[in-house]
């Protein structure tokens, strides 16, 4: 797919989330791209090594996020931050979000990140942040490569949007 | 008459884009890909991802809550 006789569009997204509802940018994005035959490198650091993880185990909180409302009961409901803060709550908030994602035909970020790795995008995982968190490649997906803030630049020199996330 | 159809109903942004994207790759060039989807940003897509990669949009169409799409492999 990828021609190095080169009008093709790159595009390069920096990740640096973990949460299931801020996996959904990045992924989103980079598969439609790909699909439209830009060449993505995805560069995964900080806490946006989890979505690298071999067993994705995403959560949303709702703490310190007041634009969060979900349906439920027939209404739109939010969360005060003194109830984020009861054990339970951030995982009944995952179940939640996970039913809607389903009910919506919404893709599943397992789902999501397979597109990615068909498509051939490039992804690439922050070698500070493996040291930083001891993080072992040996947890990570195959098939992606290690590189630092160098490695990030040279490819987002040439690319026509670069997106931070 | 489409070569292919990809029943996409139900399915949201942006699935319709990633199957069709693949249905398109085992497809030969000429070949038309009929797309159904009842995703109301699919009209936009649709006409995007064409427009991007060259592929025709040879219809785009609403009946009732869902949208066709005619896609040419070029």
Redesign the interface.
């Known amino acids: 797919m990828l021609d190095s006789a080169d009008n093709t569009k790159k595009m390069s997204i920096i990740i640096t989330k973990g949460t299931l509802d801020w996996a959904y940018p990045p992924f989103?994005l980079g598969?439609?791209a790909a699909?439209?035959?830009v060449e993505v490198t995805m560069f995964f650091t900080f806490y946006g090594l989890q979505l690298l993880k071999k067993d994705l185990d995403l959560k949303i909180s709702t703490l310190g996020n007041p634009a969060m409302e979900m349906p439920m009961m027939g209404m739109h409901m939010k969360m005060p931050n003194i109830v984020s803060t009861i054990p339970g709550v951030d995982r009944m908030a995952t179940t939640m979000m996970k039913n809607l994602i389903k009910k919506?035909?919404?893709?599943s970020i397992p789902d999501l990140r397979e597109?990615a790795i068909e498509?051939d995008i490039k992804m690439v995982a922050c070698q500070m942040t493996l040291d930083l968190f001891e993080m072992d490649q040996k947890d990570l997906i195959d098939g992606i490569t290690l590189g630092g803030a160098a490695t990030y630049m040279e490819g987002a020199l040439e690319s026509d949007i670069n997106l931070f996330i | 008459m489409a070569d292919q159809t990809l029943d996409a109903k139900?399915?949201?942004?942006?699935?319709p884009?990633?199957k069709?994207?693949k249905a398109l790759k085992g497809m030969q060039a000429g070949q038309v890909l009929e797309v159904l989807s009842t995703?109301p940003g699919s009209v936009a897509d649709f006409a995007?991802?064409c427009n991007?990669?060259g592929n025709e949009l040879l219809k785009s169409e609403t009946a009732g809550d869902v949208y066709t799409f005619e896609i040419k492999k070029t």
Not at chain 1, 104 to 107: F, I, N, S, W
């Open positions: 989103i598969t439609t699909a439209m035959d919506k035909g919404v893709a597109a498509s | 139900g399915l949201n942004c942006p699935l884009i990633l069709a994207k995703d995007a991802f991007q990669t």
